[in-house]
């Protein structure tokens, strides 16, 4: 099995805001995962990445809020998806003044 692409979508939510959603199935976990997926999914506000959930290879699943990072204990795409999605509006509901 080659990688399959599962998900590619951007959204907009304004003209300085915008969700990047990649999500691809993979014949064998990337290094440092346990599961056959890699992905890629970041907010962007005026140019900067505020919120960014990924897996890179050798460094697992993790999630960037701010300036920090930690470890994201990924259990579904599904899932994965509501957590992002949940992590910009607590983004937005925080910064609104921004």
């Known amino acids: 099995m080659k990688a399959v ?4 979508s951007r959204i907009a939510f304004s003209e300085a805001a915008f969700a990047e959603l990649v999500l691809w199935q993979l014949p064998r976990p ?3 995962s346990t599961h056959q997926f890699k992905y890629r999914l970041a907010y962007v506000v ?3 990445c505020v919120v960014r959930y990924d ?3 050798g460094k697992g699943d993790h999630r960037h809020f701010g300036e920090k990072e930690s470890a994201y204990p990924f259990e579904t795409p599904d899932k ?3 957590d992002f999605q949940r992590d910009i509006a ?3 509901r925080e910064n ?3």
């Open 55 to 57: 897996n890179e290879v």
């Open 96 to 98: 609104h003044h921004s």
């Open 46 to 48: 005026d140019g900067a």
């Open 80 to 82: 994965l998806i509501a």
């Open 5 to 8: 692409p599962l998900l590619r």
């Open 30 to 32: 990337v290094a440092g």
């Open 90 to 92: 607590r983004w937005n």
